[in-house]
Every structure is written in C-alpha cells, then in structure tokens.
C-alpha cells in the first residue's frame, strides 16, 4: 500500500470519479491524502483547475480493470467545500460541513452522506440508481431526482424544499414551512413536517406524510 500527500490550496468543488471511499473533512489546511496500491496510483487523475479538484482513476480501457476492484481511500481536508460531483460507483462521506451554499450531483450507483450539514441552501442532482443521504440544517432544499435514485433527508431540518422527482425514485425529507413538489412516473416523495404545500403529480408517483410510530411507556402501554 502506498500513501501520496497533495497540497490542494484553494479547492472548494471537487469532481469524484471513484472508485473507492472519498472522506471530506473541514479543516484550516487543504490536502489530499490517497492510500492505494503502487500501481493504482500510476493509473490515477489528480487534477486542480483553479478551484475545483479531479480525482478518480482513469476510465477503462485506459486502466486496468483489477484497479477497479482494489481498496482505494481518499481524504481530503478543506477549508470550504461548495460542490461534489461523483460519477460511477464510488462512495463520498462528508462527517461535518459549514458552508453557505452546497452542491452535490450524482450520476451512477455511487453513495454520499453528509452526516452533519449546516447552511443557507442545499442543492442535490440525482441520476441513476445511487443514493444521498443528508443530516443537519439548512434553511432551504431543492432536488432533482431522475431514474431509481434515493434521497434520505428526514435528519435534515429545512423551511423550504422544492422538489422534482422523475422515474422510479423516492425522496424522504423533512419540512416546516414550504413543499414544492412534482412527481412523474412512479416516482414517490414522503415527508416529515406540517408545510404548506404545491404538488404536480402525475403517472403513479406519490406523495405522503409520513406517519410516526408510537412510542411506548416503560409499562408497554402506548403513548
């Protein structure tokens, strides 16, 4: 196993091809840390273009595909992080972020989770059969979800959320005050929260509250 250390001063947006586990990390200094076999390596991008970082290994037939099956682990620690983009099958977890806005598109079977998010707004572009799953607060969602994608957000409190869901996927959010929805295919969206409401549904897809299991007192009787 091999360890390779980047200087990424500057990088806010990054632009994950996987695969492998990518772990962003809020920090005062900017590096890159990659822990990968030898000859994985030599078949990586890593590029910076301004403010925005490539990283991911080089499409096939360009790579082996026994790269593909290898354990690849990133870290990367920024100061201010406003845009993910991960392509393919690879897996993104960002543990804490403060920011104003954030940005986070995927297209494949990949996987990101923000385990703690505060900010102004959120923006998540889903394509494909991959999930984002968000906690934290924000006070304002949007979401475009096409194909067999998932978006669990039940931990994330936000005031308003719009958004629009196209195929066969499902969104599970959390809302206060605002619910712009619109649903086409069998696409399907459930909510947590009391908002008022805009809806568009067409095809099978749907819309519901979510409903709250009851709790149940130390004696077994329901509460």
């Given amino acids: 196993m091999t360890i390779a250390v980047k200087d990424v001063a500057g990088v806010q947006r990054v632009r994950f091809g996987g695969p492998g586990i990518l772990k962003i990390i809020q920090s005062k200094h900017n590096t890159l840390t990659i822990h990968a076999p030898q000859y994985v390596m030599a078949q990586m991008v890593c590029q910076q273009q301004g403010n925005r970082l490539i990283i991911g290994l080089n499409h096939a037939p360009v790579a082996e595909l026994r790269a593909y099956r290898e354990v690849v682990a990133y870290e990367l620690r920024l100061s201010d992080l406003t845009a993910l983009n991960l392509l393919g099958t690879g897996r993104a977890i960002i543990p804490d972020l403060d ?5 986070l598109r995927m297209s494949g079977r990949g996987s990101i989770r923000v385990e703690h998010l505060t900010a102004d707004k959120l923006k998540v572009n889903l394509q494909g059969q991959g999930r984002v799953s968000v906690a934290g607060d924000v006070e304002s969602q949007q979401l475009s979800l096409q194909g067999k994608g998932e978006y669990l957000a039940t931990g994330l409190v936000s005031d308003f959320a719009d958004l629009v869901v196209e195929g066969e996927g499902s969104a599970n959010i959390a809302v206060s005050d605002y619910l712009s929805v619109r649903v086409s295919g069998k696409g399907s969206v459930s909510y947590d929260g009391f908002p008022e409401i805009s809806k568009v549904i067409s095809g099978m897809g749907r819309l519901q509250r979510n409903r709250r299991q009851p709790r149940q007192s130390k004696q077994g009787n329901l509460l």
Avoid: F, I, K, R
């Avoid at 920011?99 to 940005?103: F, K, W």
């Fill in 99 to 103: 920011t104003d806005e954030l940005s």
